[in-house]
């Protein structure tokens, strides 16, 4: 997976509670995005990062904040999950923007009971 | 909204069969079209791409066709073999300053029979 990392990959969590997902690349790529997936919408984007505390919002970012602190990591934060967010969360990175090769990490299951 | 249509949502294909995914775009700014395939637990993998510059690309048993005034791209993989099951996405984005986004296609899930 490129050089990609998430973490956890598998999480449930409860209505309410606030949830981190990591993202860990060693790519030293400069883009960062992060994206959920779910049956009959296919990849909707969240959050992307164009560079160390340089983010900006995605289609899909109501109840999603985002943090860049280092080149190598991207954190996406659900302040009080609902279940609404029950969803396959995948982070990609890519070297140029737009219009260059997007690659995706494993992805993390997370469930919101 | 920058859409992309992608049809169908599911395929079922003979093993050695044409597998055919068509997509459809609004936005004419769109200048780069890529497919990504992806296998169940991983994330999606680019396959292949191409720009609006040529009307098709092959690499290997897989071709993008591409039809810039009926703004509509679609992949063909020939010989389909079941390692090809999968789900197919299509997508699009520009390379104008501030294109960060891809635009996905809902996806197309596909099953190459023996």
């Known amino acids: 997976d490129a050089g990609i990392t998430q973490s956890p990959r598998h999480k449930v969590t409860e209505t309410g509670t606030p949830v981190t997902l990591r993202c860990h690349q060693t790519?030293?790529?400069?883009?960062m995005y992060w994206y959920r997936q779910d049956p009959g919408h296919g990849l909707r984007l969240i959050h992307y990062s164009y560079g160390v505390k340089d983010t900006d919002k995605g289609e899909v970012s109501d109840g999603y904040s985002v943090s860049r602190s280092k080149t190598e990591d991207f954190l996406l934060t659900l302040e009080s999950a609902t279940s609404s967010q029950t969803s396959v969360y995948f982070c990609a990175i890519s070297r140029l923007a737009g219009d260059n090769e997007q690659f995706f990490g494993p992805g993390t299951r997370l469930t919101v009971l | 909204q920058q859409q992309v249509k992608q049809s169908p949502q599911s395929l079922i294909v003979q093993k050695g069969g044409i597998s055919i995914i068509n997509c459809a775009y609004e936005n004419t700014a769109f200048d780069y079209f890529p497919w990504y395939q992806q296998f169940p637990g991983k994330g999606p993998a680019l396959l292949i791409a191409?720009?609006?510059?040529?009307s098709e690309k092959k690499e290997g048993r897989f071709t993008i066709s591409f039809n810039k005034s009926a703004k509509q791209f679609s992949l063909h993989i020939m010989d389909s073999q079941p390692g090809d099951s999968a789900t197919y996405f299509c997508?699009?984005?520009?390379?104008?300053?501030?294109?960060?986004?891809?635009?996905f296609g809902k996806g197309t899930k596909l099953s190459v029979i023996p």
């Open positions: 191409i720009r609006p510059d040529v």
């Open positions: 790519e030293n790529h400069r883009y």
């Open positions: 997508a699009a984005s520009y390379s104008g300053a501030g294109s960060y986004q891809l635009t």
